[in-house]
């Protein structure tokens, strides 16, 4: 990279890196949301399963 280029790099990281680290932060809150979702969905299928098993027998 010569230092021509050092303006036209500030200005890209200016425009896209605003965006991009905003995208990168909601997909690590929602990976963590969708983690713990798994998790209670895992919990209740257990809950199902017991209640239809007592149920049944």
Do not use: C, Q
Not at 22 to 39: C, G, H, N, P
């Amino acid at each position: 990279m010569t230092p021509e280029h050092v303006p036209m790099w500030i200005s890209l990281i200016g425009n896209f890196g605003f965006p991009i680290a905003i995208t990168v932060y909601l997909f690590i809150r929602f990976e963590r949301k969708i983690d713990k979702l798994e998790a209670v969905i895992m919990e209740l299928s257990e809950v199902i399963k017991s209640l239809n098993y007592k149920k049944g027998g």
